[in-house]
């Protein structure tokens, strides 16, 4: 059976990569391919590497041009989802790549992003404990945010175990495609190549409320997150370093690397490294992976959680296809690559 | 139907991208993966982006290790291929990535590589003329250099249509995969990281009398080629620029256009641009393409073709798997992927 | 003795380098800094690097604030710096980078820029052939641009020595910084990172028309240039790969080594590196050098230099003051450096 | 006054940033530059950027070459100074930049590098509460680590202020020259360039007991440090994220500025950026300087201090040469660039 699946925001990041990913679907057939200012152009000229989909022409993102499909996929800037959602029928499965409705308290939602709060849609983290079932056949699936998939997911097996106290520090390099595709002149070229810097620093980026909503699900009482992210010279990916104080001095290493096996030992596309090898991010470079390896460092009495994943994949177009697998019915990992491009 | 194939160099970039694509072969399982030094470890502590593959261990390049599969690709430094492919059956499919075979000329073997020639084995670019009728079936094919590959097919039609005459300039920027993962100080990414430079300036790469080879079979007569290769800092990636004179001052960009619109129209893997699109190597990424673009300037009276592709998939490892599918009489496409990983 | 200097156009690249140039150099103070739409904002907030700078206010680009300067620096934007110039008194040096005024042909000026042709100034590569004479005490100077540096001075000893014959084929290799740092989404970090594009293919780009102009008096004959300009993911530095073909087929590498000897062997910073030793942009970045390597290709018959600078130095504001030097009077290498920040 | 400066280690990255920097110093000419395996070889086959010295011949780093300078830099490899310096006069001043006298604690120096404690010179951050006055006029001083030099800087005021508790957290994000130039595998440019790691995660990185030290002092009492160093494609730079828990929850940011105003407001090399302003490390690159932000997380609860700055400059070479001036009595400033070469 084919689905014919739409991805509104096609000449965007995020878009060019569930295209990317939907070409290599089995089972899906791409519908329209929207966007706003690039409509009449061919894909072409915005998505040069989607070689199949060169010819095809950019239609407006509007609702009789996204209407009539089984799915859509929304890659559109934060706040304009829900608007076009609400357009579309029940039926139809929603693929939400934006904020607009990850949040469930709607205090956050006003202080981070303003304004009235959108709603709450099943949060697509499939590893998280309960979320995979909240997934299945859902018909309206809002992803996670790339910085908040990459935190969550190292450090909720350590807090749902309790084996660290619930005050995380995250600091977590992305690649500058995360910062998307509108043209800024601190995101030129000149400007990030051989450069690193920090923003957002001291609880203000939007990714923080979300990272607190998981951990704190995860440890089953409220958690504070410290988090910093870095721009680093590179394309994709983020490497995220996650720590917490360790709630027993004794705590070993093995003790952690069990709650992880036990936590991830039977996911498709999280996995715990073996001893002596630590997360690249070029290894997840294109995949739907995320590379964990952990350490407990005795002196500061602390875990610490290094993950690697590929911002666009697993950390935004990715996990829209692992979620449009389990709202479609289809085995999850369907369509999916494990293999990275490297080096 | 499954054909067994053992890659030999296995923990090199080359050996590296040929399972990446061979993981995503439908009729190919993986079969020995074999090295030298790193004989014992696990394929995870070498390459881990190939996840599925992670928990194989490196057997050693011996011939009682490689025989009984249906196929080996050797991706092995050069010289070191011929002594392996000899112990070998003659119905084991033999693809050789090394340079060992791709020389037509002793004496451009012996003046670039020295030593005795080892032989000529059907050479690997199936899009140049004549050249796909001779690897279907194949059981000894030789893989030709990177360079070679771009300069080759960015060329070929021009001078077999007579467009330009056999007066060759070709300025190729690599990536430094196709430098090979042994560690050298002139490699080392601080070296490499915002700087560019060119090696073998004046004739003296190995890949020059390759490109002669090519372009001369093309034009129907002797051509020249003056090779310089830069390094410049990415890891993968060439792009070509190659150029010619006018044969005829009134050449008209229709008519090269249209050369080449006959020389590639029908190919999976070689693309003309639409006119006012340019090559970029990150529109190949991880692809088994090549993207061409050509213009006429009529005051230095030169045709110039712009040849972008990535070195360790259609340059190396892509065009292997396709003359694999060439040889086990597989469709040509089988398990490539004409989608590039960008931005 | 110090002279008060101006720069205009503060918050963009070139003028960055030439105030980074200025605060190194013993007989400068720096005066006004201006821009465009940046008035009033600290440079600190635009230049984060010049710290003795960073708390000056950014006036605007206006005669009245520019006026009374010993010197002013124009950094604006192709076709500003003519009016601009035209309200300074004829005393008042004017060093300009842009464009304006570096053309003798005004029908060049047309075809590639268009418009009225604004005049001709001395010209601001004073190792070229009898150039330096009219820099020294000159008011209006023309700075050349970064392409048409390390094409003219690679080339200019070959042509000028009848060695090579003249039909010169230019692909140089430039970080992105050249492209300015007005925010283009081609130009973004995602989009130039991990990747090599060509532009302005087939004679298209403005500095053409100047290398024309330069090379033909360097060989006293019209030479046609067929030029091609590659974006390298790097911020800074310039390859130039500059061939020709020999005009004797016997030509040995010792005649073109000692043309370039004789011809820049006195200069303070064009340098042709020894034998086996080949030029890398990171040598020369932030300082105000060439380095030059020559070959011969006795099989293609042709002279290949390569040539390396970094644009925004020896390219663009390097030039600037060592012109500035020369028109005040001083010893041309005050205060320019000849050391690169390398790795 | 001219001082007579020898560098041992003149063909590796920190050496070769020694000389850059001691060429521009106005009292020092250049004596004996050494090393060990390129002996015989010149300077500009090595560092081909410092033009000036390229026609240098390297000497065996030996005693009797040695001697008979004002000064020798010594850029070994860890564990080699302490033999060297030995040999040397007490009168010579010797400036080591490796790791061998920096620790006071045989116990984390045998817990971290093994083998007998080679004793402990005067520390190098003269901006270190207490540091200077020790400097001055000494005749050994070991160069701090690059890492702990932005740990140490970033966080040293809150701790002596009492505004946060001893619980600190670094994550640090280094350019790969911070590795040096062994020929490594991992850090060849292709496994680099696009990739975030990892390595020494969990307290092993020998830099640890360094900041532990360091910090320990500043706060008047035991500090502990999670340490995570992370390995970013760019050749230079550091860009520190540095925390710890507020001592009082009502820790305002005015607070918090107001004691890095007093303990760097008159620091010629150290700058707090204005609010709103983020370092970045190309504002560095370079430079002898040390850009540093703060903030305060209400939620989180704690004091994030980012600081930038060069490994080679202030990391290494530059604190080295800030060091020799303190130690020949001349003003601390001479010969240091505070200006970074960005973009």
Known sequence: MTFRVAVAGASGYAGGEALRLLLGHPQVSIGAVTAFSSVGDTLGAHQPHLRPLADRVIEPTAVEVLAGHDAVVLALPHGQSHAVAAQLGPDTVVIDCGA???????????????????????????????????????????????????????????????????????????????????????????????????????????????????????AGQPVTVSFTPLL???????????????????????????AYEKAYGDEPFVHLLPEGQWPSTASTLGANTVLLQVAVDAHAGRVIVIAALDNLTKGTAGAAVQCLNLALGLPETTGLPTVGVAP
């Open 100 to 218: 607009d409705h990850r949040l469930e308290d709607p205090a956050a939602w006003q202080q981070f992003y303003g304004g009235e709060h959108p709603g709450t849609w099943p949060y697509g983290i499939p590893e998280l404990p309960g979320a995979r079932e909240q997934l299945r056949g859902a018909t309206r699936i809002a992803v996670p945010g790339c910085y908040p998939t990459g935190a969550s997911l190292a450090l909720a097996p350590a807090l749902a175990a309790g084996l660290v106290r619930p005050e995380v520090v995250v600091v977590a390099a992305s690649g500058t495609s995360g910062a998307g595709k509108a043209p800024k002149a601190n995101l030129l070229g000149a400007e990030v190549m051989g450069s690193v810097s920090a923003y957002g620093v001291g609880g203000g980026h939007r990714h923080t409320p979300e990272m607190v909503q998981n951990l704190s699900k995860a």
């Open 232 to 258: 680093v010279p590179m394309p994709r990916g983020i490497l995220s370093t996650v720590s917490a104080p360790v709630a027993d001095a004794d705590l070993s290493l093995g003790e952690v690397r069990a």
